[in-house]
């Protein structure tokens, strides 16, 4: 009786996963009318359809590349980057953030089924188990009608002149509420024919500047200097794009999510310290210029507070393992105190102690953290 009920309460678990299975086996793609031959299926995370992106852009005209983590598509007016494990995209150096990070599923690119919409603006229709994707109706609004080749943070200018590219840096500042925009920080003067250059480095709801999180980046114009500017037809687009409250909201809560999972991680840290709220990462042992022993301390501050001091002691040795002991006493251990400090939460910091009448010494073992002081008066011994 005991073995049937385990039997029959096992099926009972595996019944809606068998029955999810069975309907995300089911969804097809269809794309201007034809029917795709798919080795992995869309499938739903969290709400969100995400299909094999690579197939579905070929199938849209697109020719799609992936090199160094990084899938690139592309077709005449429109270059689309995608990174697997991020939710962020661009097309034509625009950022968007997808409701779900792009995904390797074996051995399939998925991506957000939205995608298509927002950069290439095709048009997404759902019957039954069959989804529709057409491109027919004109290009996106982010189509690039300049003689650039604009790839994530990458610009190619593919003319025969010497350019300058006026570029637009998009920063949110939470504290105002306001967007503040900078033509001056990744615009480029005097940019050669037929090269390549990175206008900037800045990521998309990490980078800050002034208080304000970086939103992304569009270009504006370019000037021919002895000719007429250039205008981006898709720079006012880009623009309502960055100040639009959906993509505002998305910004925040990805820097929350962020956020969250560097706390998580950095109390998991703690745990594995055994709650010592600095972790030793390395201890190396140098000369300075007169030839005396110094070590090199290297911690991470693993809790949520501003540490301003630490106590430290470690043990000095020789080459051959034997204690390297004070030349004033018997013993080979050295304590030290780092002051004055303001190391933040999951910050790193190297401090140097010279290891006075400890000559023979050339490693240091045994390194504790002995006492922490934090800037709100606490201290953990």
């Known amino acids: 009786m005991t ?21 995300e086996s089911k969804i097809q793609i269809s794309v201007e009318g034809e029917k795709l031959s798919l080795s992995q299926p869309p499938i739903v995370v969290k709400g969100t359809t995400l299909v094999p992106i690579t197939p579905v852009l070929k199938k849209l005209g697109l020719s799609v590349e992936a090199k160094n983590n990084i899938i690139t598509a592309k077709k005449e007016g429109i270059v689309i980057t995608l990174q697997p494990g991020s939710k962020v995209a661009t097309v034509n150096g625009i950022s968007f953030i997808l409701s779900e990070p792009v995904q390797i599923i074996k051995g399939t690119t998925m991506a957000p089924l939205r995608l298509l919409s927002e950069t290439l603006g095709s048009n997404i229709t759902s019957n039954g188990n069959t989804i529709s994707i057409s491109d027919k109706q004109g290009n996106s609004i982010y189509y690039n009608n300049l003689p650039l080749t604009l790839s994530g943070k990458y610009v190619v ?30 615009s480029i003067i005097g940019f050669n024919s037929g090269t390549s250059k990175k206008y900037n480095d800045y990521v998309v709801a990490q980078s800050t500047h002034e208080g304000g999180i970086y939103l992304g980046s569009a270009i504006k114009l370019i000037d021919h200097y002895d000719e007429p500017d250039i205008k981006s037809t898709s720079y006012e687009k880009a623009r309502e794009h960055y100040r639009s409250k959906e993509y505002l909201a998305q910004v925040i809560k990805l820097v929350q999510t962020q956020i969250d999972t560097f706390n998580a991680n950095l109390k998991k840290e703690l745990i594995a310290n055994k709650n010592i709220p600095l972790k030793v990462e390395q201890a190396t042992v140098t000369y ?94």
């Open 288 to 381: 300075n210029s007169i030839g005396n022993p110094e070590v090199n301390l290297t911690i991470k501050n693993l809790t949520s507070k501003t540490i301003i001091a630490y106590e430290m002691s470690l043990r000095t040795y020789d080459d051959f393992d034997r204690r390297a002991n004070n030349w004033l006493s018997t013993s080979n251990l050295f304590e030290g105190i780092s002051q004055d400090n303001s190391i933040g939460s999951g910050s790193y910091q190297t401090d140097t102690w010279t290891l006075n009448f400890y000559d023979l010494a050339t490693q240091v073992k045994s390194v504790k953290i002995t006492a922490v002081r934090f800037s709100d008066g606490t201290t953990w011994r």
């Open 3 to 23: 073995r049937k009920l385990m039997i029959l309460l096992c099926l009972t678990l595996l019944l809606p996963i068998l029955n999810v299975a069975n309907a």
């Open 157 to 186: 200018n593919k003319t025969k002149d010497l350019l300058e590219v006026k570029i637009v840096d998009f920063f949110y500042n939470p504290g105002t509420q306001r967007v503040n925009e900078y033509d001056y920080f990744s």
